[in-house]
């Protein structure tokens, strides 16, 4: 479980990162910030295991940064599906949340701790922004078969692994027993994994959604 938690399931993200690769031609603005974001999450893994399993150092401001692109990206992501006032109010909150996260960082939880809430925060936005696409692509595609949409796709990863996220990160914070952490660990990864598929999916049927 050790080796599949530090090393397989980061690299997951190959899956996604050489589909887009593949396809990218195929891809729409939406679908390549999925790209760069899956990206820069395999370059963010990598750099995170050589500094923890080589250098042996902590990467703890290398993840607090991480964390405020990763959100940064997708909320880009969900402002190009987004139309009309809702898409004006998602760079505030990329801003705000920032803010958050080093008040949170200097303030609340020490930079050596896992930071749970920042990681919350975000899982609850990311969550949300995904159930109003949902509900906003059942208004309006009501002809389009579903699995032939994209962007359906990409949307599902992210609310599959962001919600399961959330319940990871609030019940790590009262997690006293290891052994269990890990499995915990072990079951956020796979379904990393299965978002990465399914970011794969949503690459492949960029053209027939075009």
């Known amino acids: 479980m050790d080796k599949f938690v530090s090393y397989f399931a980061p690299f997951g993200v190959l899956i996604a990162i050489i589909s887009g690769i593949y396809y990218y031609k195929?891809?729409?603005?939406?679908?390549?910030?999925?790209?760069?974001?899956?990206l820069y999450s395999g370059l963010s893994n990598a750099s995170h295991i050589y500094m923890v399993r080589v250098l042996h150092h902590k990467s703890q401001v290398s993840v607090f940064v991480s964390n405020i692109i990763w959100f940064s990206f997708l909320t880009y992501f969900y402002t190009l599906l987004f139309k009309g006032k809702s898409r004006n109010v998602l760079f505030p909150?990329?801003?705000?949340?920032a803010v958050f996260a080093t008040i949170n960082i200097?303030?609340?939880q020490k930079l050596d701790s896992y930071n749970n809430y920042t990681s919350t925060l975000s899982a609850v936005i990311l969550i949300i922004y995904a159930m109003?696409?949902?509900?906003?692509?059942?208004l309006t595609d009501i002809d389009t078969i579903w699995?032939?949409?994209?962007?359906n796709w990409l949307n599902t990863g992210i609310l599959l692994y962001y919600s399961t996220a959330l319940?990871?990160?609030?019940?790590y914070a009262f997690m006293t027993n290891w052994e269990i952490g890990k499995w915990i660990w072990?079951?956020?990864?796979?379904?990393l994994i299965t978002m990465y598929f399914l970011f794969f999916i949503g690459f492949k049927n960029a053209r027939r959604s075009s």
């Open 147 to 151: 699995g032939h949409q994209s962007l």
């Open 186 to 191: 072990g079951l956020h990864n796979i379904v």
């Open 167 to 171: 319940v990871m990160y609030v019940t």
């Open 106 to 108: 200097l303030f609340i």
């Open 26 to 38: 195929n891809l729409g603005k939406p679908q390549r910030v999925i790209f760069y974001y899956a």
């Open 132 to 138: 109003i696409y949902i509900y906003r692509q059942n």
């Open 93 to 97: 909150i990329v801003a705000a949340y």
